[in-house]
């Protein structure tokens, strides 16, 4: 038996008795891999050593008790602020979460009178905490860990194939083929599963329309009817899953892409013209089904939705105050009761169990909303900024930086 055989029959056995994988698996097999990739054996001997070395020490390891990865700008809750900065050339962060990327968005004519939405991002560098721009991609979904990102490449909406990219060495490790394509992606709280949005025409689509003053205005280009037509369910070891058919309706937007429910056993969307929280929820199958309990009362616009406990919902902004004091309410998730305020016009995502990210506008109630990133605390004004303002969007057709946050 040589020494790669040796390699794997060990490694096999040690698998076998281990328990199943920890949340943020797969960011941790991609982060192995790299790893991996910079390493040498120095001989048979030292291979074999190292074989048996790990036999006697694995068992000893409780792997579900912590998140084992390397030292780096992520680890920690921190918070990481450059009021400074917008948008942000350097990691963002708050207790659990940090903001993983950001992007813009800009029309670009395909013909006189066709367009698309053109996303362009910036990613975080998990080894420098820098924000890197990168063209390649259409739409950018980041795992938990910060480490790993489910990419769909640029121009080719809706898309046939998800990556996985390295967010440190901005490689794709793997591809996963898709029956049916693709148009948004999120992923499960534990970052073992995908939820990969299906549409039969680029959902970025933009028609040119002329205007009652005889001038001209790009619009969303299907007129009141999405192309949405379902979603994958997708393993991200494995790459397996399913399809299920939703159908599409007059209640949704062109782009109205599937998120995980907290659980990660439902899956839901924003819907429009309701009075249901905004929000529909449906089966791995595709069949609509009741809103969780613990989800009933969110509204699916408000970005933070459960505390990671699930004991708190955020839900929209509830008043403004000049120039630029906002409170939004803070409820009881399984009855809709108001349990107190918090500072923020728009909660975005929760550091841990009492404070959050947010946007706060800079400016008073009669000036252009130009909003920054703060942390703000249940029980407390104090606001903490964490970046600078948005400018002021003066074009029509252009998009000003919209943060991706993902848990470090």
Not at 329 to 352: H, M, N, Q
Request: aromatic content about 6%; overall charge neutral; proline content about 5%.
């Amino acid at each position: 038996m040589n020494v790669d055989e040796l390699v794997r029959d060990s490694l096999r056995e040690l698998a076998a008795e281990q328990p199943s994988a920890a949340p943020g698996f797969a960011d941790r097999v991609l982060t192995a891999r790299r790893r991996r990739r910079t390493r040498r054996l120095a001989s048979v001997a030292a291979a074999t050593a190292a074989v048996v070395a790990v036999a006697v020490a694995v068992p000893l390891l409780d792997s579900g008790r912590k998140d084992v990865r390397p030292a780096g700008v992520l680890d920690g809750d921190a918070t990481v602020a450059h009021p400074d900065q917008s948008p942000p050339r350097e990691l963002i962060a708050a207790g659990n979460v940090a903001l993983a990327a950001y992007y813009t968005a800009q029309l670009q004519e395909q013909s006189e009178q066709r367009g698309a939405a053109i996303r362009t991002y910036w990613l975080l560098d998990p080894e420098t905490g820098r924000y890197e721009k990168d063209t390649r991609w259409s739409y950018v979904a980041v795992a938990p860990g910060a480490r790993t990102a489910a990419v769909l490449e640029r121009g080719l909406l809706p898309a046939h194939r998800i990556g996985l990219l390295d967010l440190a060495t901005g490689e794709v490790q793997r591809w996963i083929p898709v029956e049916r394509g693709v148009g948004g992606l999120a992923f499960s709280r534990d970052g073992r599963r995908l939820v990969a949005t299906t549409y039969e025409e680029n959902p970025d689509l933009r028609v040119k329309f002329k205007t009652s003053s005889g001038g001209a205005q790009w619009m969303a280009g299907h007129l009141g009817r999405s192309s949405r037509s379902g979603f994958h369910i997708l393993d991200v070891a494995s790459g397996s899953g399913s399809w299920a058919a939703v159908p599409s309706g007059p209640d949704i937007n062109d782009r109205q892409d599937f998120a995980f429910s907290g659980t990660g056993e439902l899956v839901y969307s924003q819907v429009i013209g309701t009075k249901s929280g905004m929000q529909r929820f449906y089966d791995r199958t595709g069949r609509e089904v009741a809103a969780p309990a613990e989800e009933r009362y969110l509204r699916s616009d408000v970005g933070a939705r459960l505390s990671p406990d699930g004991s708190l919902a955020a839900l929209g902004l509830t008043r403004e105050v000049d120039p630029g004091k906002s409170y939004s309410s803070i409820r009881d998730p399984r009855t809709g009761e108001e349990i107190t305020k918090v500072r923020g016009a728009e909660l975005l995502a929760w550091a841990d169990e009492r404070r959050l990210i947010a946007w706060e506008r800079t400016t008073g109630l009669d000036e252009p909303y130009l909003p920054r990133l703060v942390l703000v605390t249940i029980g407390s004004d104090k606001v903490v900024p964490l970046s600078g303002a948005r400018e002021q969007n003066r074009d029509l057709n252009r998009s000003e930086w919209e943060p991706v946050f993902a848990r470090r």
